[in-house]
Each structure stands twice: as structure tokens, then as C-alpha cells.
């Protein structure tokens, strides 16, 4: 089993940045990714990346506005998205998946995770 802790989210600017993590605990996974989904719309990928580093995925939306990391000591994964937009407002969810896959595009994939966080609300006020 994998637990994931997401930090939480609030109400943001437009134009600021928002800084967040997921601590995972339990089994070691093999890659982690950021899901958003915002009312009425399909979850979908903001960013997934490789326990190892090697293999990082940035959803459409994102492009340039994302970054990632990760602390592997504490078994945590950062992102920072910038330049928030009023679309980006959404429930937030951090997954894992302790498989090992191949390639980048199955991270947008939501069955390709097994563990999901609780999801955590970000308002960005236009």
C-alpha cells in the first residue's frame, strides 16, 4: 500500500505561483503525477514524473509554467505551477503508481495509477 499526502491548495491571484507537495509513504513507487480536474471536466494530467528522475511528462495545459522535483530522502514530490490562470482552478490530485512502465505517455492515463491522494481545491481569482 501507498499513502499519499498532498499539501494544501487555497485561493491564489491570477499571475502567481503556487508551490505544493505529495509525501508518499509505504511501498516505493515507481512514478508519481499530478492530476487536476475542474467541474464538469475529465481528470486530466498536469505532470508526472519517474521515482528515478530520468522520465518527466508535462500535460498540454502546463507547458512551460510547471516545474517538478523530487526529494527522494523524504519520498516527496514537488511541483510549482506559475503564471496561474483563472482555468487553472481545479481539484488537485497527486497519484502513484508502483509499476514499472516505459516510455511518457502513459502518465496521462489515469488507470495507469494505483494510489490517488484525497484531491485538494485551487481557486485562482481573475
Known amino acids: 500500500q501507498v499513502q499519499l499526502v498532498e499539501s494544501g491548495g487555497g485561493l491564489v491571484d491570477a499571475g502567481d505561483s503556487l508551490r505544493r507537495y505529495c509525501a508518499g509513504s509505504g511501498r516505493t513507487v515507481d512514478a508519481l503525477g499530478w492530476f487536476c480536474q475542474a467541474p464538469g471536466k475529465e481528470r486530466e494530467i498536469v505532470v508526472g514524473i519517474s521515482w528515478s528522475g530520468k522520465s518527466v511528462y508535462y500535460g498540454d495545459s502546463v507547458k512551460g509554467r510547471c516545474t517538478i522535483s523530487r526529494v527522494i530522502a523524504k519520498n516527496t514530490v514537488y511541483i510549482k505551477m506559475s503564471s496561474l490562470k483563472h482555468e487553472d482552478t481545479a481539484v488537485y490530485y497527486c497519484?502513484?503508481?508502483?509499476?514499472?512502465?516505459?516510455?511518457?505517455?502513459?502518465?496521462?492515463?489515469?488507470?495507469?495509477?494505483?494510489?490517488w491522494g484525497q484531491g485538494t481545491q485551487v481557486t485562482v481569482s481573475s
Open positions: 497519484a502513484a503508481t508502483t509499476t514499472t512502465k516505459y516510455g511518457s505517455t502513459w502518465y496521462r492515463d489515469r488507470s495507469q495509477y494505483d494510489y
